[in-house]
């Protein structure tokens, strides 16, 4: 850990010096937290007194107790970073060949075009209009 400046080396304390902004720099009025650990991360099958909340009668609570009670968000620690984007990637490397490997496969057109009697001339609109694949073409 390292020293404050205005700590005494031989001592490790500061000096009161009666300004609170020096004397008490967390500014809880002096309370000595607790180390700073999720009560998620203590053992569950420990003999606590309080089993649910796994803390003993006496224990001091730290000052940040919402955040590191065992009722807060949980850390998600099962993957690192790492370990996410490989995943992420292996998953949109197998879609995107699963993607690929069914447009290779899939048909574009029907195996046989449907063909009309005399190509519907009449019905699409006239001789001008663009003509449907008659019987004779097919």
């Known amino acids: 850990m390292a020293q404050d400046a205005t700590e ?5 304390f500061r000096p009161v ?3 609170p902004e020096i004397d008490d720099p967390d500014m809880n009025g002096g309370y000595i937290n607790p180390p700073r650990q999720p009560r998620q991360f203590r053992d569950p099958y420990g003999d606590w007194w309080d089993k649910q909340e ?3 009668f006496g224990e001091p609570v ?5 955040i590191l ?3 807060s968000l949980e850390e998600y620690t099962h993957f690192t970073p790492a370990q996410g ?3 992420l990637g292996c998953f949109i490397a197998t879609v995107g060949g699963l993607c690929g490997i069914v447009s290779i496969f899939y048909p574009d057109k029907p195996s046989v075009p449907r063909t009309f009697p005399g190509g519907l001339d009449r019905e699409l609109g006239g001789s001008r209009a663009p003509l449907a694949p008659s019987d004779e073409e097919a």
């Open 8 to 12: 005494d080396p031989n001592t490790g």
């Open 17 to 19: 010096t009666g300004d």
């Open 54 to 56: 796994r803390r003993n």
């Open 62 to 66: 730290h000052e940040d107790n919402d």
């Open 69 to 71: 009670g065992i009722f």
């Open 85 to 87: 984007l490989v995943m």
